[in-house]
């Protein structure tokens, strides 16, 4: 048995460390995933992005109009407006 041959290792302190650290990483591995699974998903299209920045107040009506035309004239088909 374990317990006769001196190969007793840690006993219960290192059972504790051990649930300790196995919760540890539970908890840490679901911190992680729920973070992951609520980042904000971006698009990668320049208008989108543009539309959103003026519409939380980043950028006033005449940056929008300038920003808007310099995108759509390096654009081969123009988003109707």
Same mark, same amino acid.
């Given at each position: @048995? @374990?317990?006769n041959d001196d190969h007793y290792y840690f006993g219960w302190p290192g059972m504790l460390l @051990? @649930? +300790? $650290?196995v919760w540890s990483l539970a908890g +840490? *591995? $679901?911190? %992680? *995933?729920a973070r992951w %699974? *609520?980042?904000a998903r971006t698009t990668a299209d320049p208008l989108a992005i543009l539309d959103e920045r003026l519409a939380r107040g980043e950028i006033d009506v005449e940056e929008y109009t300038r920003l808007w035309q310099a995108i759509t004239d390096r654009r081969p088909a123009v988003r109707s407006r």
């Open positions: @048995m @374990m317990w @051990m @649930m +300790a $650290v +840490a *591995g $679901v911190y %992680l *995933g %699974l *609520g980042r």
